[in-house]
């Protein structure tokens, strides 16, 4: 069965990227969040891109 990237309808927080994200890369939501948090201390487009993915990504 392939995992279909999409924005789960439960299991959200704000918009349910990282949830979704995590559920297609077979790890835990909160991995996926601490991950998301942590790159946040780095310098880049990481709110940009979980903006583009919000638009982006179907719900389920």
């Known amino acids: ?3 279909r990237l ?3 309808r439960n299991d959200r927080w704000i918009a349910g990227v990282c ?3 995590a559920r297609r890369f077979g790890v835990s939501p909160n991995i996926m969040r601490l991950i998301f948090v942590i790159s946040c201390l780095l310098p880049g487009p990481q ?3 979980y903006i583009i993915l919000w638009v ?3 719900n389920e």
Do not use: C, K, N, Q
């Open 1 to 3: 069965m392939t995992r």
């Open 6 to 8: 999409a924005r789960p």
């Open 19 to 21: 949830s979704g994200l």
């Open 47 to 49: 709110f940009l891109i």
């Open 56 to 58: 982006l990504l179907p």
